[in-house]
């Protein structure tokens, strides 16, 4: 089973979307099914077909949380790291460039933020990697160096 890495926060939020769907959205989309029940026909009720629809996408959203939470390992802050690893946050620099970004699990990202995945081409260049050393990076327009400075 593949590991789902994620910080204690996301994973209570992961938690209340969970419960709010099985919950009141439920509710909601039940209540809206049989309305369109007693309206007669349902071969031709477009808000049957709707709430039938979103109850699809409810109940998918649902089995992805509940594998999400299944596979759930909670990222822990190291108090001194020696090496790059899920839940770092270092300092690199890339030509001119001063770049500080954390490794954080898949379902976390925000680049523009300097939160990156273990799972992206960047995170994995850096898993690993000690204060000093260079990762190499392929991208489209060719491979960046980044050198690490710290990690904290």
């Known amino acids: 089973m593949e590991k789902f890495y994620v910080t204690e926060e996301r994973l209570l939020e992961l938690k209340v979307e969970l419960e709010r769907l099985k919950g009141e959205n439920r509710r909601e989309i039940a ?7 007693e309206l007669g026909d349902l071969a031709e009720n477009a808000d049957y077909f709707e709430a039938r629809e979103e109850q699809g996408f409810l109940e998918t ?3 992805e949380l509940e594998d999400m939470l299944r596979r ?3 990222i822990k802050k190291a108090a001194h790291q020696n090496a790059v690893q899920i839940g770092s946050t270092f300092h690199t620099k890339a030509g001119d460039r001063m770049l500080t ?7 976390e990202t925000k680049p523009e933020e300097g939160l990156i995945s273990n799972e992206s081409p960047i ?3 850096f898993i690993g990697k000690r204060a000093g050393e260079k990762a190499i990076v392929k991208t489209p327009k060719g ?4 050198e690490i400075l710290s990690i904290e």
């Open 123 to 125: 995170g994995r260049a």
């Open 61 to 63: 959203r649902i089995t």
């Open 101 to 107: 970004f954390t490794i954080v699990g898949s379902n």
């Open 143 to 146: 491979e960046a160096v980044y």
């Open 72 to 74: 759930a390992v909670i």
């Open 31 to 37: 209540d809206r099914l049989q309305k369109a029940k």
